[in-house]
C-alpha cells in the first residue's frame, strides 16, 4: 500500500498542527534546564547559589560551590553511569542510570508526535492523536516519580563519613522548600520542563479537537466559546431554578 502525505491545507487543523508544534517543543527541550535550585547558604551570606539541572547528564551555575557545602553532609550529585557528566561523581553517590537516557525519551516522544501528525487518513490520525497523549502522559509520570524516588534514596543515604554527623536523612523535593542543616534551598521547574507541559497541554487540546476540523486560527475564539459555556453552564446548573427542580423531583 503506497503512502500519501497529507495535504499542506490539512496542517492548518488543529489536530495535526498542534502535534508538529508539540514534537519540536519536545525536542528543543533538551536544550534547556529542565530542573532549577537556588540555595541560602549562610557560607555565602551576600549571594544565593543558582543551580540549573539539564535532562541529560549536565549541571549549570553555582554547582561546584553547592557541591563543597553538600560534603559535609554527605549528600552528592548522582552519578548517570553511562555518561561522563561535566562533574565527578563523588564514589558514594547514588547510580542514575536512567538520566543518561533522558534525551532518548525526548526524542521519542517528539518523533511519535510529528508521526502521528503525518497519519494519512483521519482515523489513523485520531486513533494515533489518542495514543500518544496517553504513551506521552504516562511516559512524564513515569520519569517524574522515578526522579523523585532518585532524591529520595540521594537523601537517605548520606555518606556516614561526612564532616557534618547528626543530619537526619531526608527528602528534597522536585518543587518546593527544604532545609538541611544551614541551608535553605527551593525547588522550580526549569523553562525545559515548562515546554515539555505546554507541548503535552497542546497534545491535550489536539485531542479535544480531533473529531473536528477545527482549524488553528479558530482556537482563540473556540476556547473562549467553551469556556463561556462552562462558567454560564456551572452557574445556571447550580441557581435558583435548579433548586425548584430538584425540590419538584
Known amino acids: 500500500m503506497n503512502y500519501e502525505l497529507p495535504e499542506v491545507s490539512q496542517f492548518r487543523n488543529a489536530r495535526r498542527a498542534l502535534p508538529v508544534v508539540a514534537a519540536l517543543l519536545f525536542v528543543a527541550a533538551i536544550l534547556f534546564p529542565v530542573w532549577r535550585i537556588a540555595v541560602h547558604a549562610v557560607q555565602y551570606p551576600e549571594t544565593v547559589l543558582q543551580v540549573?539541572?539539564?535532562?541529560?547528564?549536565?549541571?549549570?551555575?553555582?554547582?561546584?560551590?553547592?557541591?563543597?557545602?553538600?560534603?559535609?553532609?554527605?549528600?552528592?550529585?548522582?552519578?548517570?553511569?553511562?555518561?561522563?557528566?561535566?562533574?565527578e561523581p563523588d564514589p558514594y553517590a547514588v547510580d542514575v542510570p536512567e538520566w543518561s537516557l533522558g534525551p532518548l525519551a525526548f526524542v521519542a516522544v517528539g518523533s511519535l508526535s510529528l508521526f502521528v501528525a503525518l497519519a494519512p487518513t483521519t482515523e489513523k490520525l485520531k486513533r494515533g492523536i489518542k495514543l500518544q497523549l496517553a504513551g506521552t502522559v504516562g511516559l512524564f509520570a513515569v520519569i517524574t516519580a522515578d526522579i523523585q524516588y532518585r532524591l529520595y534514596r540521594a537523601g537517605h543515604r548520606l555518606d556516614p563519613d561526612a564532616p557534618l554527623i547528626g543530619v537526619d536523612p531526608f527528602t528534597p523535593p522536585l518543587w518546593g522548600r527544604y532545609e538541611i542543616a544551614n541551608l535553605t534551598t527551593y525547588s522550580r521547574f526549569g523553562l525545559g520542563a515548562y515546554m515539555a507541559m505546554t507541548?503535552?497541554?497542546?497534545?491535550?487540546?489536539?485531542y479535544y479537537y480531533r473529531e473536528t476540523e477545527v482549524t488553528v486560527d479558530e482556537l482563540p475564539?473556540?476556547?473562549?466559546?467553551?469556556?463561556?459555556?462552562?462558567?454560564?453552564?456551572?452557574?445556571?446548573?447550580?441557581?435558583?431554578?435548579?433548586?425548584v427542580e430538584g425540590g419538584d423531583a
Open 221 to 243: 475564539a473556540r476556547g473562549l466559546v467553551t469556556l463561556l459555556s462552562f462558567l454560564f453552564g456551572a452557574e445556571k446548573s447550580s441557581g435558583p431554578d435548579a433548586e
Open 199 to 206: 507541548a503535552i497541554a497542546l497534545l491535550i487540546v489536539a
Open 52 to 87: 540549573r539541572v539539564y535532562a541529560y547528564p549536565r549541571i549549570e551555575g553555582d554547582y561546584v560551590e553547592l557541591a563543597r557545602l553538600n560534603h559535609y553532609v554527605g549528600f552528592y550529585y548522582p552519578d548517570p553511569v553511562y555518561w561522563s557528566p561535566n562533574f
